[in-house]
């Protein structure tokens, strides 16, 4: 047993729940999307909203229940974007000093509205594990605390309220599909579900599977720089804290492709809710694997899509970074 699965565990689920109350939101199961010609009573998906949540993203648990914990007052991390827009929103209240740092193609908007929210940024050349190990010196050169976007036993907790709610609202659950890049949010929901029988599947961008890479090869492996249309999930290797979790844990690990991605975007704008491409790949994991009965969920993990963020901007520090709808 690693040590990261050895001191992790749905307790500190439970811990990061009762922790961050008041400063997230209980977001809802939307009603589902059944498959074309299904009976009635056949396969039904709900959705997970997490476009709902308070700076437009899931990532929002994470960082309050490590900002709360820690108590620090000055804090580094590395971020495709929505991970630093809610260290910032929580940290400008506190008073926390708060610098991301961002890669290379990461979204300028995303990059705005951190600055908005009084967050300093640095953009560094390459991809994702560049972008870390830059946030790793600057920590180590300033005395910051470090706080990662996925690679952290308190964001890991934190994220794992997501799959906690899903099983609080829908114990019958079958089967919860996960975007997985980082791997904060799929070791999250493995933790929740770590005693209950319901199928966990994870979902990556083709070309950036680390995770299905890993598991295959029984050690985390790294990948090259992905350019996927779903920013948020480019990282290039399993972290420390989620591998043992997942590698434990989840049932599967699902491939989809941009256009399939693209596709569920598409989908669920159909029904009235915009999400980030990042957001709908577990939707688009979901449609890939259709179910012939019971019950599913999808998260939906952001909406800060490009229309959301510029909304967000022109809307003031005050209110930006609110959740969708105003996310």
């Known amino acids: 047993m690693t040590a990261a699965l050895a001191t992790l565990g749905p307790a500190d689920?439970?811990?990061?729940?009762?922790?961050?109350?008041?400063?997230?939101?209980?977001t809802p199961l939307l009603p589902g999307l059944p498959a074309p010609g299904r009976r009635r009573n056949g396969w039904g998906l709900l959705l997970k909203a997490e476009h709902?949540?308070?700076?437009?993203?899931?990532?929002?648990?994470?960082a309050a229940n490590a900002v709360l914990a820690l108590g620090?007052?000055?804090?580094?991390?590395?971020?495709s974007g929505n991970h630093g827009i809610a260290l910032a929103r929580l940290a400008a209240p506190l008073g926390i000093r708060v610098t991301v740092v961002l890669a290379g193609g990461a979204?300028?908007?995303?990059?705005?509205?951190?600055?908005?929210l009084g967050g300093h940024t640095v953009s560094v050349p390459g991809g994702a594990a560049e972008r870390d190990?830059?946030?790793?010196?600057?920590?180590?050169?300033?005395?910051?605390v470090l706080v990662p976007s996925s690679d952290h036993e308190l964001v890991v907790a934190g994220q794992g309220t997501v799959?906690?709610?899903?099983?609080?609202?829908?114990?019958?659950?079958?089967?919860?599909?996960?975007?997985?890049?980082?791997?904060?949010?799929?070791?999250?929901?493995?933790?929740?579900?770590?005693?209950?029988?319901?199928?966990?599947?994870?979902?990556?961008?083709?070309?950036?599977?680390?995770?299905?890479?890993?598991?295959?090869?029984?050690?985390?492996?790294?990948?090259?720089?992905?350019?996927?249309?779903?920013?948020?999930?480019?990282?290039?290797?399993?972290?420390?804290?989620?591998?043992?979790?997942?590698?434990?844990?989840?049932?599967?690990?699902?491939?989809?492709?941009?256009?399939?991605?693209?596709?569920?975007?598409?989908?669920?704008?159909?029904?009235?809710?915009?999400?980030?491409?990042s957001g709908a790949v577990a939707l688009a994991g979901a449609l890939r694997a259709g179910r012939d009965g019971g019950r599913a969920v999808a998260i939906v993990s952001g909406g800060n899509t490009t229309a959301a963020l510029h909304a967000a901007l022109a809307a003031g520090p005050r209110t930006a970074g609110a959740g969708a709808g105003a996310s």
């Open 52 to 62: 709902l949540q308070h700076s437009g993203s899931f990532k929002m648990r994470g």
């Open 107 to 116: 979204s300028p908007a995303k990059i705005s509205l951190i600055r908005a």
């Open 72 to 79: 620090a007052r000055e804090i580094v991390t590395g971020s």
């Open 13 to 26: 689920v439970d811990a990061a729940a009762e922790r961050i109350t008041g400063q997230v939101r209980h």
């Open 163 to 277: 799959g906690r709610e899903i099983l609080a609202d829908a114990p019958d659950t079958e089967t919860v599909y996960v975007p997985a890049g980082g791997g904060g949010l799929l070791a999250g929901v493995c933790l929740a579900a770590r005693n209950h029988p319901v199928r966990v599947v994870g979902v990556e961008p083709a070309g950036t599977d680390r995770y299905a890479r890993s598991l295959a090869a029984g050690r985390p492996v790294r990948v090259p720089p992905g350019d996927t249309v779903a920013d948020g999930l480019r990282g290039q290797q399993p972290g420390a804290v989620p591998y043992p979790i997942i590698r434990d844990r989840v049932d599967a690990l699902i491939a989809v492709s941009d256009s399939e991605i693209l596709a569920a975007v598409a989908l669920l704008r159909r029904r009235g809710v915009e999400a980030e491409p």
């Open 133 to 144: 190990g830059r946030a790793r010196e600057l920590a180590q050169d300033t005395g910051a």
